[in-house]
T-cell receptor, first 114, second 115 residues
Framework: EAGVTQFPSHSVIEKGQTVTLRCDPI?????LYWYRRVMGKEIKFLLH????????ESGMPNNRFLAERTGGTYSTLKVQPAELEDSGVYFC????????????FGQGTRLTVV | AQKVTQAQTEISVVEKEDVTLDCVYE???????LFWYKQPPSGELVFLIR??????QNEISGRYSWNFQKSTSSFNFTITASQVVDSAVYFC????????????FGTGTSLTVIP
């Protein structure tokens, strides 16, 4: 069974440009999460989808970030326009249940804004 | 408020030594879950263990063991007879019943095992 996959693995963009990150969760997992780790700090929650609905987006830093999960399958996270402080590793995770469930993480997308 | 603290930023040990990674958590919820994940150089987060708040029984899996103590709000992880392949960043995480499955992570402990 395929795990959580993220694309691209690395992205280097200039300040002001747009970047779209993609996450394919494990098939059948209704819950999909985005997290971000800024260098040296903790991995922080961004948002949570249940199927195609945003269950919790309290961690989204600002309106330059837009997440979608059309059809309840894969998800995209767009940053527009990117700023220097957006640099970090973006992780996607999926789980079957909502509470206490094991979350499976992807390998992350390392975003560098220069 | 909920919080996970991993006070050890970096640890280096010589192969075959034992090493303990500390994790202290804060939560007001009575139902919560604790996790350890390993992040090898390849980048993905690999699940190691999950514990719920009602099960304080310690666990051993091969060279790995976990000590969960609610009295001190700690969930420490010990690697016995460390190996070079154990070199990675290790994250402790907390999830709570009242916040869905959102994980609260510590800042991670980078472990280097020297051959």
């Amino acid at each position: 069974e395929a795990g959580v996959t993220q694309f691209p693995s690395h992205s280097v963009i200039e300040k002001g440009q747009t970047v779209t990150l993609r996450c394919d969760p494990i098939s059948g997992h209704d819950n999909l999460y985005w997290y971000r780790r800024v260098m040296g700090k903790e991995i922080k929650f961004l948002l949570h989808f249940v199927k195609e609905s945003k269950q919790d987006e309290s961690g989204m830093p600002n309106n330059r970030f837009l997440a979608e999960r059309t059809g309840g399958t894969y998800s995209t996270l767009k940053v527009q326009p990117a700023e220097l402080e957006d640099s970090g590793v973006y992780f996607c995770a999926s789980s079957h249940m909502t509470v206490g469930s094991l979350a499976f993480f992807g390998q992350g997308t390392r975003l560098t804004v220069v | 408020a909920q919080k996970v603290t991993q006070a050890q930023t970096e640890i280096s040990v010589v192969e075959k030594e034992d090493v303990t990674l500390d994790c202290v958590y804060e939560t007001r919820d009575t139902t919560y879950y604790l996790f350890w994940y390993k992040q090898p150089p390849s980048g993905e987060l690999v699940f190691l263990i999950r514990r719920n708040s009602f099960d304080e029984q310690n666990e051993i899996s091969g060279r790995y063991s976990w000590n969960f103590q609610k009295s001190t709000s700690s969930f420490n992880f010990t690697i016995t007879a460390s190996q070079v392949v154990d070199s990675a960043v290790y994250f402790c995480a907390l999830s709570q019943a009242n916040t869905g499955n959102q994980f609260y992570f510590g800042t991670g402990t980078s472990l280097t095992v020297i051959p």
